[in-house]
């Protein structure tokens, strides 16, 4: 058997709206080995959280429609799996957590209903063995007087203890793959820490492999193993994430690495990529960052480039990085 | 929770005191007078001042109030001007008629519209979706009175599957199931008309209740667990949706009682409506009186079940 706990093929989500084809995920490839982290990266609307949503298939559809590719989890294809057989891996070999804690759980149910749920479902256990493996988990996720944040709702909560709750919830099960999507962007800075710090330490404890989602590179270079850069739908650059860190070769990620402010140089501004990500309906012909690309070339105008391989492991898509290694 | 309710209550005396001041004023300042629409259209001036000072209608207005207020307090709501008799023994009969009618509907239209609302929902669009949307737009944009009439055009007249109009059939001296049996007969119309009516509102409602939910993040989660459809709209969406229908249900709680005004006269239902707009009609003043300020108390109660039944559904929602 492979290392690989998920392997995504050619992955296509396109959404039909009134206005037209959006092709928010177009053909995107990646592989996570277990108890490893994923980090994917990108500005709002590259298709990251698609991407996210597409492996567990929760798009709504329609207007969403997974077109084509293979999401092989443990070398079963999800995206061909009965309904039923999704459903007994949702929650239980794959998890989920979601940006917004303080909407992602139900107001209307205890904290320990909504953690015991999935446990009752999936692991078989009783009410009283899923509450006390509910309380476990809470103090797992280092909240304290787990006894009766058991019984509390969501609304008695913080954003950070909600969201600690959503890991709880999402490890219950002892996943082998954890989806965060954008884990830490509603949280403060202190408490972003020590959530980050429990999912680091909980995929040491559970060995579950991570796939990350964040548009914060802090994040990456704190949790990540292995980094992918979204653009428009589109895988542009994947690298470990050292060598991503010091030799980024797209254009786009030099460009998100530059805007990032650093307490060693000390920049007077920032900076940042010129224009914005265009409107996904009307993509730009050739390569979709051209228009805001410092580097492009006539060819970048009017082809497409593939991710190519440049150095083992680190792969881009783009003419220019291409040409600069040959 | 009880604490609370006692609360409630005692808050509800000012507002029910205040409300009664204005009913009053109001009925009173309205022109006309009982006098002479119930009697003798040829007696005298004198004869007439006679009943109004019978009536009390000479002292002024403040004095006029606070004897009704002593009656009332001592479960006296006067005499009805015109049924010559105690507002006390006319009011529930036809309260309940009413409400015998409209606890049908009621119940109808919430066991239907809650399911056909959450399905419209879920199928957004779809072909089921439609027709119920076509169905509410014609219920609520149907007159009552015209619809009434058609039914009984067809049902009654011409196929003479049911009763034209009343309660139950004149002269006949049924009794037990048959009684029963013969009093349904007569209901089917008239409850079929208020329950299309209510029914096409309730499933709008629900349905946009239940769209509002099903799109939280939320209910993604419910779905990212593994759980069912089934499980995912029914225990968790739809707890949710649950909570702007709890206001509908505590305003229904005084339509249960009240008459529909025109749809009572329509298939001439002997209900508290009827009697309200005679009461008007006659200026009959101890029956309006009494009529009004029991509707507005069961507002208020109506009111105060939706609270109690959010604090239910909703644990954000502490009453203490």
Redesign the interface.
């Known amino acids: 058997m492979s290392d690989k706990v998920l392997e995504v093929k050619n992955l296509k989500t396109y959404f039909y709206t009134d206005k037209g084809v959006v092709k928010a995920v177009d053909g995107v490839d990646f592989s996570i080995e277990y108890g490893k982290t994923l980090g994917i990266v990108g500005e709002s609307g590259c298709g990251k959280s698609i991407t996210s949503m597409s492996v ?1 298939r ?1 798009i709504p559809t329609p207007p969403g429609k997974i077109e084509d590719g293979e999401v092989l989890f443990e070398g079963r294809d999800l995206l061909k799996v009965s309904d039923k057989e999704i ?6 070999d794959i ?2 957590i ?1 940006q ?1 804690p303080m ?8 904290i320990g209903d909504q953690i015991m ?2 446990l009752m ?2 692991q078989k256990l009783t009410d009283e063995e899923a509450r006390k493996k509910a309380i476990e988990m809470i103090k797992l996720v280092n909240i304290p007087r787990a006894e009766k944040i058991v019984d509390e ?1 969501p ?1 008695q909560l913080s954003g950070g203890m909600r969201q600690r709750v ?1 890991i709880a ?1 999402s490890l219950a099960c002892m996943p082998k793959l954890l989806i965060a999507d954008e884990p830490t962007t509603a949280l403060d800075v202190t408490i972003q820490a020590q959530v980050l710090e429990i999912m680091n330490d909980l995929k040491e404890k559970l060995n579950t492999a991570i796939m990350l989602i964040t548009h914060d590179l802090g994040v990456i270079a704190e949790m990540a193993d292995h980094v992918i850069v979204m653009y428009c739908g589109k895988v542009v650059e994947e690298a470990p994430v050292q060598e991503l860190f010091d030799n980024p070769k797209h254009p786009y990620t030099m460009g998100l690495l530059n805007s990032k402010p650093s307490i060693i140089e000390n920049k007077e501004r920032l900076e940042s990529i010129e224009g914005s990500v265009p409107n996904p309906k009307f993509l730009p012909k050739g390569c979709y960052f051209n228009p805001r690309c410092k580097f492009a070339i006539e060819k970048c105008r009017q082809e497409q480039p593939t991710l190519e391989e440049i150095t083992p492991g680190h792969k881009v898509s783009c003419f220019v990085a291409c040409k600069e290694v040959e | 929770m009880l604490r609370y309710i006692a609360r409630r209550l005692v808050h509800m005396i000012p507002v029910v005191i205040i409300i009664s001041i204005c009913i009053f004023t109001i009925i009173k300042i309205t022109p006309g007078s009982p006098v002479g629409l119930n009697l003798d259209p040829n007696m005298t001036a004198e004869q007439k001042q006679a009943e109004y000072e019978r009536l009390g209608l000479h002292l002024p207005l403040p004095v006029q109030y606070a004897n009704w207020v002593g009656r009332s307090l001592r479960g006296d709501f006067g005499i009805s001007t015109l049924y010559n008799q105690p507002v006390k023994d006319i009011v529930p009969s036809f309260v309940w008629n009413s409400f015998r009618l409209n606890v049908f509907v009621f119940i109808f239209a919430f066991l239907l519209s809650i399911p056909i609302g959450i399905v419209c929902a879920v199928k957004q669009y779809s072909l089921t979706d439609n027709f119920w949307t076509v169905f509410s737009l014609f219920g609520i944009s149907m007159p009552s009175f015209f619809f009434g009439l058609l039914l009984i055009f067809f049902f009654a007249t011409k196929l003479g599957w049911f009763p034209i109009s009343g309660m139950e059939t004149a002269g006949s001296n049924l009794t037990g199931i048959a009684s029963i049996l013969d009093q349904l007969r007569h209901m089917v119309l008239p409850a079929t008309v208020l329950t299309i009516a209510s029914l096409a509102s309730l499933v709008r409602y629900t349905r946009t209740s239940m769209l509002d939910v099903i799109k939280q993040d939320y209910v993604r989660t419910a779905r990212s667990k593994g759980l069912t459809e089934k499980v995912v709209i029914y225990r968790h969406a739809f707890r949710n949706a649950l909570l702007p229908i709890v206001t509908l249900l505590g305003f229904w709680v005084p339509l249960l009682f009240s008459g529909a005004v025109i749809l009572e006269t329509v298939f001439r239902w002997p209900g508290i409506g009827q009697i309200m707009l005679n009461a008007i009609n006659w200026r009959d003043y101890n029956l309006m009186m009494a009529t009004l300020l029991f509707f507005a108390v069961l507002t208020l109660i109506g009111n105060l079940l939706a609270d109690i039944g959010y604090a239910i559904v909703d644990p954000r929602i502490k009453v203490e």
């Open positions: 567990l929760l459903r007994s891996i949702r929650g239980n998890s989920m979601f917004e909407t992602s759980l139900n107001p209307v149910f205890t749920e999935a479902l999936h709702y609304h959503m919830m």
